[in-house]
């Protein structure tokens, strides 16, 4: 099975991602990125994918998955009516949390072990270590620098101390290889762009490459399953879903910082691939909140 290569955004001043998904239907692509993910079902049910592992889910299931490891979430119910049948939280932290320095300490040895474990694969836990672990993560998204870094690494330890049951993946479906150093100088390129709101042009990527126009943009599509421009398109509208997410910002004004020319451009775009209106977006959010 084909997969795609995410790149994860982290909001300004944040190491990790926080997502709360909902919705009567959740259907995300089979994805791979470097990151940790921590995939807990508030509500839902249906078929989780990690590697070449198929196994059904429902509500309280609570999975850790390594970097590059490929994986999916496939929930259905067609006769749903509200939109919080499905409520997931997500939260995708850096491979490179696993070899900080706190971790040789001998406190920490459960919690390097558990991450160990999970690098090559996926760590399934038992519904009652979910209910234990559901609280702290509700209270994540509350907080905010350093406090909100301890309180991750203070569940993380908890968890690791729960009893798990480790997802078996063929040789044929272990962690797929990490973007080549070529791939990796293209994202810096893009990203730094971004974040310094000035505009990304195809010829400009492609000479990061050392490429021609053409030869890069067949490379990046191989590469990334994504063309050139939908890619940047695609990262520009992460920023403006986490900002309307979590700020207050006008819509306008998110557009404008998100890389986006007028308006117009950014409603036609955040609709065509997020299937809602921006605003739609956010008070869906919010209703999913309160």
Same mark, same amino acid.
């Given at each position: ?6 790149t ?18 959740? %259907?995300?692509?089979?994805?791979v990125h ?41 929930? #259905? ?20 949390f696993?070899?900080g320095? @706190? ?30 672990i ?8 509350e907080?905010?620098?350093?406090? #909100? ?25 272990a962690?797929?290889?990490?973007? %080549? ?7 810096? @390129? ?6 310094? $709101? ?27 399953? $994504?063309?050139?421009v ?8 992460? &920023? ?16 404008? %910082? ?14 065509r691939? &997020? ?13 999913? &909140?309160?």
């Open positions: 099975m084909k997969f795609h290569y995410e994860v955004l982290h909001a300004p001043g944040e190491s990790f991602s926080i997502e709360i998904q909902s919705g009567a239907i959740l %259907d995300c692509v089979y994805h470097p990151e940790f993910e921590l995939t807990f079902v508030e509500s839902g049910f249906g078929t989780r994918f990690v590697g070449d592992l198929i196994e059904p889910f429902r509500e309280q299931d609570l999975i850790l998955v390594g970097g590059m490891v490929p994986h999916h979430y496939l929930t #259905r119910r067609e006769d749903s009516t509200g939109p919080d049948w499905s409520r997931t939280r997500v939260i995708k932290f850096h491979a490179g696993r070899d320095a @706190f971790l040789t300490l001998p406190e920490f040895e459960p919690l390097k072990r558990m991450l160990d474990e999970a690098a090559s694969a996926g760590l399934h836990f038992p519904e009652e270590s979910a209910r234990r559901a609280p702290d993560l509700r209270r994540l998204p907080l905010s620098g350093w406090e #909100r870094f301890l309180a991750l690494t203070a569940l993380l330890c908890r968890l690791a101390e729960e009893p798990r049951r480790k997802l078996t993946l063929s040789a044929a479906a962690p797929a290889a990490t973007p %080549d150093e070529r791939l990796n100088r293209v994202l810096r @390129f893009i990203h730094r762009r971004l974040e310094q $709101k000035l505009p990304v042009t195809l010829e400009e990527a492609a000479a990061r490459a050392c490429l021609t126009a053409p030869a890069f943009s067949h490379y990046f599509r191989s590469a990334t399953r $994504k063309r050139f939908e890619y940047v398109v695609e990262l520009k509208l992460s &920023r403006a879903a986490q900002l309307l997410a979590n700020t207050d910002r006008p819509v306008m004004e998110i557009a404008l %910082d998100s890389g986006f020319s007028n308006l117009s451009n950014f409603n036609r775009h955040f609709l691939y &997020r299937k809602s209106t921006p605003r739609e977006y956010r008070e869906r959010l919010r209703s999913a &909140r309160r």
